[in-house]
């Protein structure tokens, strides 16, 4: 019988909460979205979970910086995810002050209402690989796609949570320190807690901008026929992940909770799923039949050169299911995006040819 209290996920109406709030309702569970929909389009994400599921999703519209409208909404909870958060290194670096009170204090105030609760009550939490810093001590040469690390051991598999932290940029600090903050709290209080640190989540019902959501805005911007600017020289490397299999991590790192707590994993599309931005730019080529037009611009603060997470902790201690190859998570996003959007562009029968 499923548990009829609800289940708390800040950031609810976001892209990756959306996913999850609707795994969650689609399995029957009662979610309260947590969210002060601050972020263009995810309105639409909370309308599209209330026309599914009705009653089932209860919302909150309130700001995590808010602790007493936090701590009224945790306070009956079966379980939580955090991933309510400032997102954007850029917004960040104008603004750090927000940064640290949503992205800190935020995730204070929930570490609170649930240890005042006094009871264990499960709580996951959105991290990011921007912990791990700028990995400029690590040396790569230049390969046919993209930067390649001359250390075998992170080319064959990728980072490891046994990299020592490094945390750059106010966003980078903020989200690191949060991070610590959670696994200490399993620690010190108890709250059984698991940390999970994403590479690049992409998938349906991301409004992918410039700042965040690149793989989205790549796609947006391809689709409406405008310019990508690619920041350095777009040979970065990034693990990519389909948002169905990060939220089969979330939902596995819950239901295994006694076993994870007080550990952070990597999660990510890991080698497999590794791509430059320059090969993404290419095969969105081919998905919408036509190449893409690219512009140029310096490096931004603190992007990686190279960042692919090596998953095996989080495959073997979560048990997860076989990852979504990019190539087909991307033209199943492009599909997504082209009916969302209503594009009358001719790009059709090149995405089916190329997904199928």
């Known amino acids: 019988m499923i548990d009829p209290r609800p289940i708390l996920v800040t950031g609810g109406a976001g892209f990756i909460g959306s996913n999850l709030a609707d795994r969650l309702a689609g399995e029957g569970y009662r979610v309260r979205v947590y969210d002060v929909l601050a972020r263009a389009g995810v309105d639409a994400n909370l309308v599209w979970l209330k026309a599914r599921y009705g009653d089932r999703i209860e919302a909150v519209i309130a700001d995590i910086r808010d602790a007493d409208a936090l701590a009224r909404a945790a306070s009956d909870v079966q379980a939580v995810f955090h991933l309510a958060a ?50 400029i001590d690590l040396e790569f040469d230049t390969g046919d796609h993209g930067y390649v690390p001359r250390d075998p051991a992170i080319r064959d598999h990728g980072i490891g949570e046994a990299r020592p932290l490094d945390f750059h940029t106010p966003y980078g600090v903020s989200k690191g320190a949060a991070d610590q903050y959670v696994l200490d709290y399993a620690r010190s209080f108890g709250v059984p807690a698991a940390v999970l640190r994403m590479s690049c989540i992409y998938g349906q019902r991301q409004m992918g901008t410039e700042d965040q959501g690149w793989v989205a805005h790549f796609l947006i911007r391809a689709l409406e026929g405008k310019p990508i600017t690619l920041y350095g020289d777009g040979q970065q490397v990034r693990d990519i992940l389909d948002v169905s299999n990060a939220v089969d991590a979330y939902v596995r790192a819950w239901r295994r909770i006694d076993a994870v707590e007080g550990q952070a994993f990597n999660l990510g599309g890991g080698p497999a799923n590794a791509v430059s931005l320059r090969q993404l730019l290419g095969h969105i080529g081919d998905l919408i039949g036509r190449e893409v037009e690219i512009a140029t611009s310096d490096w931004r603060a603190g992007d990686q050169r190279y960042f692919v997470a090596d998953t095996r902790k989080a495959e073997a201690a979560l048990g997860l299911a076989p990852k979504v190859a990019w190539t087909d998570g991307v033209a199943n996003l492009a599909r997504w995006l082209a009916t969302e959007r209503q594009l009358n562009l001719p790009v059709g029968q090149a995405m089916e040819t190329s997904a199928s």
């Open 86 to 135: 400032q997102v954007a290194v850029t917004t960040s670096m104008v603004d750090p002050r927000a940064d640290f009170e949503i992205n800190i204090l935020g995730t204070l105030n929930l570490l609170e209402a649930l240890r005042a609760r006094g009871e264990r009550v499960p709580l996951i939490f959105a991290s990011t690989n921007k912990v791990y810093g700028d990995l």
